[in-house]
Every structure is written in structure tokens, then in C-alpha cells.
């Protein structure tokens, strides 16, 4: 089962990735492929794979990816080797992903694996807030290029299972395990 979790930079998605795969039991990430630079607190095969642009590029030519995307300048991309493998071995995969990347894995994968979208909402001056505050210290420039995505990001909306504010990070992984646990186990019964 892959649970995507999407929303504007900043929204959290990162944060309650890392604490669903802390407390559950058969869930696991999924790094995405990034040519952008390794940030302080980033683990190469773990936060992402860092290659470089060439590299991503020759990748793309060898279809390797199911999807891949430019945002701020590098590319993002999801392994189609990678996922498969998860798959195959009956883990939930909890990917943060982007509305973009979102839309084309739905495209693609919706026949063969079951999918649970889940977008986080923020308010825009929350945002603002928590990108000043990041330990990567963004740019003003950056943050402004991150704070235009924010209303194309919440326009898409409408394609994701579930929209929850993110207000209350405990309150919010409450109901997301919930949710992830009950479409579970729907998976495992038959119709």
C-alpha cells in the first residue's frame, strides 16, 4: 500500500512521515531521486538519493522513474525499481510527494496498488513562519518562490482521499494511523 502525503513546503509532511514510520510497524519511506545539494541533516539514501543533474537526466532517458518533476531548480523523482520492490514486499510506503508527482503515480499505479492520498493543509502565515524557522534557513527569495506554490498546491486539492489541517501534530498523526490502518485492512478483505 503507498500512503502519499502532499501539501505546500513546509505543511509537515516530512515531520509526520518520519513519526509513522517511528510507530508503525510495517511502514517504511521511500527516498525520491534529487539533484538538488546535500542540506545539513540530510542521509544520502535515506532523506533522498543525491545524484547529479547529468545522472538524473540519463535516468529519465532510461525510464527509470514513474514520475520526476523540477521544483526550485532540481529535479525530484520516484524509482520505479525501488517502489516495486516496497510492493512486493507488503510494506505501506509513506511518500512524501508533491500534487504533481501525486497525480501521475494515481495515474499509473491506481489498477495495481492501492493508493491513499492524504494532503495537509497550513495556513499561508503559519507557513510563512515555519519556512523562517527551518534548519536549512531558506533565502528570503526562497521562501517567497516556495509561498507562490501555496494556492496552485491547495487548488488540487479536490484529487486527494483525505484533507486534514495540520495544527496539532499529535492530534494529526492520531488520525492519519487511524486512517492508514483502516484502509489496511480493507486491503486484506475480499469483496
Not at 545522472?55 to 529535479?75: A, L, P, Q, T, V
Not at 524509482?79 to 501525486?102: A, F, H, P, R, Y
Not at 488540487?156 to 488520525?175: G, H, P, R, S
Amino acid at each position: 500500500m503507498l500512503v502519499i502525503l502532499s501539501g505546500v513546503c513546509g505543511a509537515g509532511k516530512d515531520t509526520i512521515k518520519r513519526q509513522l514510520i517511528k510507530r508503525m510497524e510495517n511502514a517504511e519511506t521511500l527516498p525520491s531521486y534529487t539533484s538538488r545539494p546535500i542540506r545539513p541533516g540530510d542521509i544520502d539514501g535515506e532523506t533522498y538519493i543525491f545524484v547529479t543533474k547529468q545522472k538524473f537526466e540519463e535516468m529519465i532517458k532510461d525510464g527509470e522513474f514513474y514520475e520526476y518533476d523540477i521544483h526550485h531548480n532540481n529535479y525530484y523523482g520516484v524509482s520505479k525499481k525501488l517502489l516495486n520492490e516496497k510492493i512486493k514486499n507488503n510494506k505501506i510506503i509513506v511518500k512524501d510527494i508533491d500534487v504533481n508527482g501525486t497525480e501521475n503515480l494515481i495515474k499509473l499505479l491506481h489498477n495495481d496498488t492501492k493508493i491513499i492520498t492524504i494532503f495537509l493543509r497550513v495556513p499561508k502565515e503559519t507557513l510563512r513562519r515555519r519556512l523562517k524557522q527551518r534548519e536549512d534557513q531558506p533565502s528570503e527569495e526562497e521562501i517567497t518562490l516556495r509561498l507562490n506554490r501555496f494556492d496552485y498546491e491547495e487548488s488540487k486539492m479536490i484529487m486527494y482521499d483525505y484533507v486534514l489541517k495540520n495544527n496539532d501534530l499529535e492530534k494529526t498523526l492520531q488520525i492519519i494511523t487511524t486512517i492508514i490502518k483502516s484502509e489496511y485492512n480493507l486491503k486484506k478483505q475480499e469483496f
